[in-house]
């Protein structure tokens, strides 16, 4: 069965420092990857994606993320967090039937 | 243009009752899908439409909730005899095509329900 794994459940840094959110998965073929963010009273929001290709992919708002066939993970990564990225992340698979399996969601807190 | 919508937005509901809650795609989505966020369980998987046929309803907790989409388009949840351990995020997402390739799912705002 398809999962996701986020170790940490809340990371708290400093506006401006980098920022690396950890994801680990577990699935039979090549997954189909994700990155969506919850920001308080708003809809869950896409960030990135990995289908195929290549394995350094970008998204919006800065972020980015690495596939690592070899350590089944997909960290997701920004080098300069802003106030505004204090939200709810999620890491997720996708799986047959095209459901999403969502990880347990990583809380960014940033200090000022 | 318009995104995915649900109604209502929040929902406070007796135990014992039945509840519907109500999710409009967006339009030439032929997707859908419902999705419960409750804080034991995170966000899980409950069912899936292609069109108006749902191929998979493994998700579906238990036998009081069902699901119908017509017309391709606008969806119903329905929950009966509702218990507390229902309470939770009703999340509703859309996509344009659900038979290929995993495509980007496009959320809604959600409808919080609430069983007292």
């Known amino acids: 069965a398809q999962s996701v794994t986020q170790p940490d459940i809340h990371i708290t840094v400093s506006e401006g420092a980098s920022l690396e959110l950890r994801c680990n998965y577990s699935?039979?073929?090549?997954?189909?990857l994700f990155w969506y963010v919850q920001s308080p009273g708003q809809g869950l929001q896409l960030l990135l994606k990995y289908f195929s290709g290549d394995t350094l992919v970008q998204g919006i708002k800065g972020f980015e993320a690495e596939f690592k066939r070899s350590q089944s993970s997909f960290n997701l990564r920004k080098p300069s967090v802003h106030w505004s990225d204090a939200a709810e992340y999620f890491c997720?698979?996708?799986?047959?039937?095209?459901?999403?399996?969502f990880g347990q969601g990583t809380r960014l807190t940033i200090n000022p | 243009g318009a995104g995915v919508s649900q109604s209502p937005s929040n929902k406070v509901t007796e135990k014992g009752k039945d509840v519907e809650l109500r999710c409009d795609p967006i339009s030439g989505h032929t997707a859908l899908y419902w999705y419960r966020q409750s804080l034991g369980q995170g966000l899980e998987f409950l069912i899936y439409f292609q069109g108006n046929s749902a191929p998979d309803k493994s998700g579906l907790p238990s036998d009081r909730f069902s699901a119908e989409r017509t017309g391709g388009s606008v969806s119903t949840l329905t929950i009966q005899r509702t218990q507390q351990e229902d309470s939770a995020v009703y999340l509703c997402a859309s996509s344009l095509d659900g038979t290929s390739a995993i495509g980007e799912q496009y959320f809604g705002p959600g409808t919080r329900l609430t069983v007292t």
């Open positions: 699935y039979g073929a090549t997954p189909y």
């Open positions: 997720v698979v996708g799986a047959w039937a095209q459901k999403l399996v």
